[in-house]
């Protein structure tokens, strides 16, 4: 049963006198409890996709289904309850509000779910807060947690509100290599525990290394509707090698300004 379906979904964006098409003639099934990445470099069209199916940014032409609505031709105001109880956003910057404890930012998203009482959501926010190993610091505020831990604590925010969804943009990108393995194994974790649906906007080798199944876009365009593992090797390595090369890189430029000074 696909819980997202894209038909011929195009985005245009004006750029002054000028349109800009975003995403051309998308069509993409995901199936419910999937674990998928979309790859592709930067400007591909990757992130506007995600938005699309996020409900946050409207297509120009074609339809779109969440959870079996069709949510085309809907401003996202319009579909504000949907996007509240269905998906789950995570984002590489964490977007935790500063001025609030770990527990008070999973609890945020529940307080616009009137049927839940203060117990009710307590409750919850306890839950998922140990799901992902953070009962400890439950009253710690961003700023006293690790980068992995505030990652943690947006993952639980997402789960809080018990989407069937959830939505990961480049979510490893400001992690370390050992932190960011870490936060991937408990989103597969929790994939394979609850069933929920997990899609990545990534360029991150380890994602798509993860990933139950792998589409590529470039250009707005869906290039491989679904990667074959021999493509997904490739796209790997390829990647991993690409990332050690540009560590490589930073390392050196690092130790050259170190002699400079």
Request: include cysteine; hydrophobic fraction near 40%; aromatic fraction near 6%.
């Amino acid at each position: 049963m696909s819980i997202v379906r894209l038909e011929h979904v195009f985005k245009d964006y004006s750029l002054g006198e000028q349109k800009v098409q975003a995403l051309m003639d998308i069509t993409l099934n995901i199936e419910d409890g999937a674990f998928l990445a979309i790859a592709g470099p930067s400007g591909s069209g990757k992130s506007t996709l995600l938005n699309l199916i996020g409900c946050i940014d409207t297509p120009s032409s074609g339809k779109i289904f969440i959870n079996g609505q069709d949510v085309s031709g809907q401003t996202p105001d319009d579909l504000s309850d949907l996007r509240a109880r269905t998906i789950g956003f995570i984002f590489q910057t964490f977007n935790l509000l500063p001025v609030l404890s770990a527990e008070e930012n999973v609890e945020y998203p529940l307080l616009q779910f009137k049927e839940l009482s203060g117990t009710e959501r307590r409750n919850r926010v306890a839950k998922y807060l140990s799901i992902v190993g953070l009962s400890k610091f439950t009253n710690h505020r961003p700023n006293q947690l690790s980068g992995g831990q505030r990652q943690r604590v947006a993952i639980a925010r997402a789960l809080a509100t018990q989407s069937k969804i959830v939505l990961a943009d480049e979510p490893t990108a400001n992690l370390d290599h050992k932190t960011g393995e870490g936060i991937l194994q408990l989103m597969k974790d929790i994939n394979g525990n609850f069933k929920t649906t997990f899609i990545f906007s990534t360029h991150d080798w380890r994602v798509m290394a993860m990933a139950n199944r792998l589409v590529r876009i470039e250009d707005g365009q869906l290039a491989t509707q679904d990667v074959t593992e021999e493509e997904k090797l490739a796209m790997v390595i390829e990647r991993r090698n690409t990332s050690g090369n540009v560590l490589s890189q930073r390392a050196d430029q690092s130790g050259t300004d170190g002699i400079q000074m």
